[in-house]
């Protein structure tokens, strides 16, 4: 999915975009590290500033409090910002569940009232693509085999 957005995307906006499984946002050097290392101001500015931000696999991973008011921050800015702010999100998860994944209510609250305002949402149902490679191989235990052993 996150690749045909990127190659539509690709077509449609003539400035970059950033695309990034969730799991990255918090655990590798987005959202948690820039905690760490006092660069949430340059963080959240990077991720605002493209014109399209996809962010995959919602529901992937949970949020602490912190990141949870972060990823408010960078919603809250990427709507309220001039010129082209699109925002496209993945997920197995339906919206409605999302809460289980961020640890603070309202912040949670605040930035899906602002995704889903002007939000056009695909739900797509069917069997994943994944695992059309796959080969199942089905083994079953006959009777056990005995060996007769010369005797010496």
């Given at each position: 999915m996150v690749h045909s957005a990127g190659r539509v995307l690709q077509k449609k906006h003539r400035h970059p975009f950033t695309?990034?499984?969730v799991e990255q946002l918090v655990r590798?050097?987005?959202l948690t590290d820039a905690r760490k290392y006092g660069r949430e101001s340059?963080?959240?500015n990077g991720l605002v500033k493209p014109s399209c931000l996809i962010?995959?696999?919602?529901?992937?991973?949970?949020?602490?409090?912190e990141n949870t008011?972060?990823?408010?921050?960078?919603?809250?800015?990427?709507?309220?910002?001039?010129?082209?702010?699109?925002m496209i999100f993945t997920s197995n998860k339906s919206p409605n569940t999302w809460g289980e994944f961020f640890n603070?209510?309202?912040s949670l609250l605040c930035?899906?009232?602002?995704?889903?305002d002007m939000a056009t949402v695909f739900m797509i149902r069917g069997n994943?693509?994944?695992?059309?490679?796959?080969?199942?191989?089905?083994?079953?235990a006959g009777e056990p085999l005995t060996m007769n052993r010369a005797t010496e």
């Open positions: 695309k990034g499984a590798f050097v987005k340059s963080t959240i962010i995959d696999e919602v529901g992937c991973c949970v949020f602490d409090k008011r972060m990823f408010f921050d960078i919603i809250d800015r990427r709507y309220n910002k001039e010129g082209p702010n699109t603070e209510d309202s930035a899906m009232d602002r995704i889903f994943s693509y994944r695992g059309k490679q796959c080969e199942t191989i089905a083994l079953s």
